[in-house]
């Protein structure tokens, strides 16, 4: 159910640009296979696309997956493209 949201576990950016035609199967393939992680965990996954300007997320409710789409109508995230471009985000 969309009000038993949980918050997540750990948070993760995927590192580059992701095709966001993907649905909920291509995205949860990715965290599979390009990062050998379980889709089913209470983990956030962020994904964002080539302009910078869209972001989607995809976690694992217990139930179902929930995904999420945020388009920004003015400027663009500051994503991370290579590993040296990560930063560590504490609570």
């Not at 990715?30 to 990062?35: A, K, L, P, S, T």
């Not at 964002?48 to 995809?58: F, Q, S």
């Amino acid at each position: 159910m969309l009000n038993d949201y949980v918050c997540p576990g750990k948070v993760y950016l995927a590192l580059g640009h992701t095709d966001l035609r993907k649905g909920i199967d291509g995205l949860a393939a990715i965290i599979q296979e390009h990062y050998d992680m379980e889709v089913q965990a209470n983990d956030l996954f962020i994904f964002c696309g080539r302009r910078n300007d869209r972001i989607k997320a995809l976690i694992w409710e217990g139930d179902g997956f929930l995904l999420l789409y945020k388009r920004l109508e003015k400027g663009s995230f500051r994503w991370p493209r290579t590993s040296e471009e990560l930063k560590r985000i504490t609570p």
